[in-house]
C-alpha cells in the first residue's frame, strides 16, 4: 500500500513556472513508476509525464515536452514536476501516481496509486 501526497499547485501568470511534489510513504516496491496526469474541468484526465523511479527513464506528452522535467529525490521518496513556460492550457488538477514496474505507461488505468491531487490555474 502506497500513499501519495502532492503539493506545490498554485496561480500563475502564462510564462511562470511552478514545481509540484508527490511525497510517497508506504510500502517500498522492488520497481516502481511514477506519473503525473492532469485533468481540466469537463476533460478526460491525460497523461503528462512518467519516470522509472530507478532508472530515471522519462515520457513526456508531447503537450510539455521541452517545458516540464520529472526528477526525483530518493532520500525524501519524493517525486517532483518542474513546470516551467506555463500556459493558460495547462490549468488543471494535477495528480501524482504510482505502479509496480519500470514500464512508462500512459494510461491512468495502468496505474494503482493516486494523490489528491493539487490545483494549478495559469492566468493569461
Known amino acids: 500500500q502506497v500513499q501519495l501526497v502532492e503539493s506545490g499547485g498554485g496561480l500563475v501568470q502564462a510564462g511562470g513556472s511552478l514545481r509540484l511534489s508527490c511525497a510517497a510513504s508506504?510500502?517500498?516496491?522492488?520497481?516502481?513508476?511514477m506519473g503525473w496526469f492532469r485533468q481540466a474541468p469537463g476533460k478526460e484526465r491525460e497523461f503528462v509525464a512518467a519516470?522509472?523511479?530507478?532508472?530515471?527513464?522519462?515520457n513526456y506528452a508531447d503537450s510539455v515536452k521541452g517545458r516540464f522535467t520529472i526528477s526525483r529525490d530518493n532520500a525524501k521518496n519524493t517525486v517532483y514536476l518542474q513546470m516551467n513556460s506555463l500556459k493558460p492550457e495547462d490549468t488543471a488538477n494535477y495528480y501524482c501516481?504510482?505502479?509496480?514496474?519500470?514500464?512508462?505507461?500512459?494510461?491512468?488505468?495502468?496505474?494503482?496509486?493516486w494523490g489528491q491531487g493539487t490545483q494549478v490555474t495559469v492566468s493569461s
Open positions: 519516470s522509472s523511479w530507478r532508472g530515471g527513464n522519462t
Open positions: 508506504g510500502r517500498t516496491l522492488s520497481s516502481v513508476t
Open positions: 501516481a504510482a505502479r509496480g514496474g519500470s514500464a512508462l505507461q500512459i494510461g491512468p488505468t495502468e496505474y494503482d496509486y
